[in-house]
């Protein structure tokens, strides 16, 4: 009984001793929301750089958010799901037959195919449109944003998302300087796709 109290009384300083998580250091440029992490054992910083309004709100799950990624050196719109789990199912399906259409400024519209980096959805512009986007982008006055596919919340009558552009090159030099060309860790491998939601929702339920 003894040793029993006294380990509970151990426990509070035992969660204290624990390595807090690494906190992101943030820091706006108009309308856009940097944030970067540097893992004290590689060295390697990693950065989000996000519109800070969205293309879907957070409701029941994780909402989309329009982000610019590295992708072999060249910044590149994207649309995102970050941390999908067993509640945001339906997101997952966004990866099987989902997509986002972008248009930037006054441009032709571009689709986006989406897919699954780790527990990630992300949707980012074919191969054949990345230079497009890539030039397209640090100048555009805003960016229309509209989700197809199962897993979204809007249809062919649905009004697309506006998302007002400003300050885009100030933002991508500064995440250029906080994680230079070619330091980005390569998007995870495909780690969480419908098959394994089902399955570990199928062994909750046993």
Known sequence: ?????????????????QPAPAQ???????????????????????????HRDWVERPTVGVG??????????????????????LDSVSRGLLAVAGSAQLRLGTNAMMEMPCGLEGRSLVCVPRSADAARAA????????????????????????APAELRLSDTAAAIERLRSRQPAGSAAAPAEPGLDLGGML???QQLIR
């Not at 943030?26 to 990693?46: F, H, N």
């Not at 329009?66 to 992708?71: G, H, P, Q």
């Open 1 to 17: 009984m003894i040793r029993l109290a006294t380990a509970l009384l151990l426990l509070p300083l035992a969660a204290l001793a």
């Open 24 to 50: 992101p250091v943030s820091e706006a440029i108009g309308p856009w929301q940097l944030a970067c992490v540097t893992d004290r054992m590689t060295d390697r910083t990693a950065c989000t750089l996000r």
């Open 64 to 85: 989309l958010a329009f982000e610019i990624l590295d992708r072999g050196g060249r910044m590149l719109p994207a649309v995102t799901a970050r941390d999908l789990s």
């Open 135 to 158: 030039q397209e982008l640090p100048v555009a006055d805003r960016a229309l944003v509209r989700m197809a596919g199962l897993g979204s919340n809007t249809n062919a009558a649905t």
């Open 199 to 201: 399955g570990r929702l």
